[in-house]
């Protein structure tokens, strides 16, 4: 579940310019710092769960509620 370590590397392979997570990543803190620290990717996060300690430093951590799945995008 989430951004693992083994997703990273296969992002990296692919260079993307911006990621985009939905339901997952809030707590990714050390998978999107290996991100930002090894690409140019931006990275928006959208995610009903709770709000850890310490957010990732994407360009966008949003937390969303409502919705079916916990998550309302517009």
């Known amino acids: 579940y989430g951004l693992s370590m083994t997703l990273v590397d296969g992002i ?5 310019d911006l990621l985009i997570t939905l339901d997952c990543g809030i707590s990714s803190v050390k998978e999107v ?6 690409s140019h990717v931006d990275i928006v996060i959208f995610d009903h769960h709770q709000l850890p300690g310490k ?4 360009e966008s951590p949003t937390l969303t509620k409502g919705g079916s ?5 517009a």
Request: net charge positive.
């Open 12 to 16: 990296l392979k692919h260079t993307p």
């Open 33 to 38: 710092g290996v991100l930002k620290q090894q």
């Open 55 to 58: 957010l990732p430093e994407a």
């Open 69 to 73: 799945s916990g998550l309302a995008c």
